[in-house]
């Protein structure tokens, strides 16, 4: 099951523990987990690697002992890559972990650098970039999360609610500020680095409201959002995941709401889900040896949503403390 951060009020979400036993598919251990090593009756605290340990279903299984060193996969070749994939991710609070570009950087010790995994995302325990860095993956990734909860695509179009919350535009900054250069402390390349940008959540909660032309609207922000991918291009990137916004509408805050509320926040979020699409598709054909991927987290969300016993939750418009709400 893949588990998601969710906006209530501030955008920030949490799927949380039941008090001292981790849920089903929750965390249960790793390097510096504080958390609860149990899990919740009909499943057991399964080893995955030196940073997780995972509340899965059926009987206990035996931990493995030992750390040993993930073999890398090939990268279109029979011969396996040497060194670490690299991730480079920018976005709000569905994907921070409050990484800092001055801090430790990623290492075998901690693929995510700073702070100790799983960091400090939204989620108790990892979030997705968590869950893709130590988990589900192949090969030894180091993540550069630059993502900030409450960030905007860029702040001189919808300033965050907060002057120090840096943007998409701001995070890119930093990256070519501190390793878009390929230092040899980040031997990153063209072909061992992913390139992942998850936003626009709080740019269309905070303006669904406004009037005038939607759709050239969010041309608007898409064109800052791409303006940024060219200036990760330029400098080698070739790799690009951009994930599209999930249904905030069926959130708790706007279904305190009016219909009308509801109506126009996800007719906002469709027309800029279709447009994102596209930029994707022209950006690729425009630059060569580009490859995209978009992850449809709306429909990811609504399938969610409109089956929520399915993935082991209550209800869809509960919110709270408990490992079957889902609103956080």
């Known amino acids: ?21 981790a ?28 940073w997780y340990s995972q509340c899965l279903p059926g009987s206990a299984t035996t931990p493995t002992a ?3 060193t993930t073999t890398p996969v090939p990268t ?14 920018f976005g709000d609070s569905y994907t921070s972990t409050g990484f800092s570009a001055t801090g430790t950087r990623p290492n075998n010790a901690n693929p995510i650098g700073n702070p100790n995994f799983p960091g400090y995302p939204t989620t108790p325990g990892a979030n997705w970039v968590g869950w893709l860095t130590a988990t589900y993956n192949s090969s ?6 630059y993502a900030v909860g409450g960030a905007t695509i860029d702040h001189t179009i919808v300033p965050p609610y907060s002057s120090n919350i840096p943007s998409v535009v701001q995070q890119v900054t930093t990256f070519l500020n501190s390793v878009g250069g390929k230092p040899s402390t980040t031997p990153w390349t063209s072909s061992n680095a992913l390139f992942s940008i998850w936003i626009g959540i709080n740019d269309l909660a905070a303006t669904y409201g406004r009037g005038g032309d939607r759709g050239a609207f ?4 898409l064109n800052s959002e ?62 060569p040896g580009t490859t995209t991927w978009l992850y449809d987290s709306a429909s990811q969300f609504t399938e969610i949503l409109n089956n929520p016993r399915n993935f082991g939750f209550r209800d869809a418009t509960s919110y709270g403390s408990g490992s079957d709400i889902f609103w956080g």
């Not at 969010?218 to 922000?221: A, G, V």
């Not at 070739?238 to 706007?254: E, G």
């Open 66 to 68: 030992t750390v040993t």
């Open 23 to 50: 849920p089903l598919y929750g965390q249960c251990g790793g390097q510096g987990w504080t958390g609860p090593t149990t899990c919740v009756s009909g499943s057991t605290c399964t080893y995955s690697n030196p």
């Open 76 to 89: 279109g070749t029979s011969t396996p890559s040497k060194g670490p994939n690299f991730w480079f991710s």
């Open 218 to 221: 969010s041309d608007q922000l």
């Open 1 to 21: 099951m893949f588990r998601f951060t969710i906006p209530l009020a501030s955008l920030v979400a949490l799927v949380p523990l039941v008090a001292g036993q």
């Open 226 to 287: 791409f303006a940024q991918v060219k200036k990760l291009y330029d400098v080698g990137a070739r790799n690009f995941l951009f994930v599209n916004v999930p249904p905030v509408d069926r959130s708790p805050q706007l279904l305190a709401q009016s219909t009308s509320n509801q109506a126009g926040l996800r007719t906002v979020i469709q027309g800029f889900n279709t447009r994102l699409a596209a930029k994707a598709a022209q950006f690729a054909a425009a630059n």
């Open 140 to 145: 030894q990734i180091f993540t550069y999360n």
